[in-house]
């Protein structure tokens, strides 16, 4: 591309951190000799987030045997060029609570057993056979989709896996790290004001999200960042990446 590594690599951070693209892009007015529209920043968030998430998105992961699993509802114009008209879609996502890894993530139209079961699936294809207990909240769809995924022990009566079920309604509370992880994307898309574009690009913005959820920032329980504890092996190989986005941009190059 005619601008350079550091430049995009510096502008997807920036919109990462909350930053609009129009801020952006006076940003860059400031530090940069030749200046991008605000159209072309938000398409290297989309295009560089669906880049490096198709190579993150196959890394195995190394975490605890509890996963937890829940949905986030968020709003989108249903047509970009609409000035009226908002869509309720869902982002079903699903964390490990002791490595705070985002194991999957998925925007979707709706929260359906399809929707749910793409998720769930991948929860499994990544951690093979390391879960050994699933926390969801009473949605009904669960039960159905965590059998369908992990399999039913007909001789001892039960799922492979055991399904913790917490009911919010009744009191019981909820779970912690997944609800820290939803007010963080809440925090980002608050100022978006929503999403504006389709279903694929909300899911190519939340994919990035999901980047620098794992691999950017660093967690405040843990102290560093996500990827570092359930993929050790990529923590070496990014050790002297101070610019992480870039060095996950090479690595998807080689990888993709």
């Given at each position: 591309?005619?601008?350079?590594?550091?430049?995009?690599?510096?502008?997807?951070?920036?919109?990462?951190?909350?930053?609009?693209?129009?801020?952006?892009?006076?940003?860059?007015?400031?530090?940069?000799?030749?200046?991008?529209?605000?159209?072309?920043?938000?398409?290297?968030?989309?295009?560089?987030?669906?880049?490096?998430?198709?190579?993150?998105?196959?890394?195995?992961?190394?975490?605890?045997?509890?996963?937890?699993?829940?949905?986030?509802?968020?709003?989108?114009?249903?047509?970009?060029?609409?000035?009226?008209?908002?869509?309720?879609?869902?982002?079903?996502?699903?964390?490990?609570?002791?490595?705070?890894?985002?194991?999957?993530?998925?925007?979707?139209?709706?929260?359906?057993?399809?929707?749910?079961?793409?998720?769930?699936?991948?929860?499994k294809e990544r951690t093979e056979n390391q879960i050994q207990m699933v926390t969801t909240d009473g949605?009904?769809?669960?039960?159905?989709?965590?059998?369908?995924?992990?399999?039913?022990?007909?001789k001892l009566k039960r799922c492979n896996v055991f399904h913790n079920k917490v009911n919010a309604s009744?009191?019981?509370?909820?779970?912690?790290?997944?609800?820290?992880?939803?007010?963080?994307?809440?925090?980002?898309?608050?100022?978006?004001?929503?999403?504006?574009?389709?279903?694929?690009?909300?899911?190519?913005?939340?994919?990035?999200?999901?980047?620098?959820?794992?691999?950017?920032?660093?967690?405040?329980?843990?102290?560093?960042?996500?990827?570092?504890?359930?993929i050790p092996e990529l923590a070496l190989a990014l050790e002297n990446e101070k610019n992480r986005w870039?060095?996950?941009?090479?690595?998807?190059?080689?990888?993709?």
């Open positions: 591309m005619r601008n350079t590594p550091q430049k995009v690599s510096q502008s997807i951070d920036l919109f990462y951190r909350g930053v609009s693209t129009r801020k952006v892009q006076e940003h860059l007015a400031i530090f940069h000799p030749h200046n991008a529209s605000n159209v072309s920043i938000y398409k290297w968030v989309v295009k560089y987030s669906k880049m490096i998430s198709k190579f993150t998105n196959k890394l195995k992961v190394t975490v605890s045997g509890e996963v937890q699993v829940d949905e986030m509802e968020c709003h989108r114009r249903i047509s970009h060029k609409a000035k009226r008209g908002i869509d309720k879609n869902w982002f079903i996502d699903s964390i490990d609570p002791e490595t705070k890894f985002l194991i999957s993530g998925e925007y979707s139209k709706t929260r359906g057993k399809r929707d749910i079961k793409a998720v769930v699936s991948k929860i949605l009904l769809t669960y039960p159905k989709v965590i059998k369908s995924v992990w399999g039913y022990n007909h009744k009191g019981e509370g909820f779970n912690h790290p997944i609800e820290r992880l939803h007010n963080s994307v809440r925090a980002r898309t608050k100022v978006m004001r929503g999403f504006h574009g389709s279903i694929n690009s909300a899911n190519a913005i939340l994919k990035g999200y999901e980047i620098y959820y794992n691999f950017i920032t660093k967690h405040q329980a843990i102290k560093k960042c996500p990827y570092e504890l359930a870039l060095g996950l941009i090479k690595l998807s190059n080689i990888n993709n």
